[in-house]
């Protein structure tokens, strides 16, 4: 289960580095990022025992 979670949170990461650096503007969209972040948290609970 440990392996499944270190995946989420690797893959969550990778998913708001990508976001970040392809938004055109520089300006970072906080609550995009947030909601993304707050959307795969919810995820990884439900996948959880």
């Keep these: 289960m440990k392996e499944k979670l270190f995946l989420a949170i690797a ?14 503007i ?3 969209n906080t609550t995009q990022t947030e909601a993304i972040a ?3 948290a919810r995820l990884q609970l439900e996948t959880l025992p």
């Design 11 to 24: 893959v969550t990461s990778a998913i708001l580095c990508l976001y970040d650096w392809s938004s055109p």
């Design 38 to 40: 707050d959307h795969i």
């Design 26 to 28: 520089r300006v970072r």
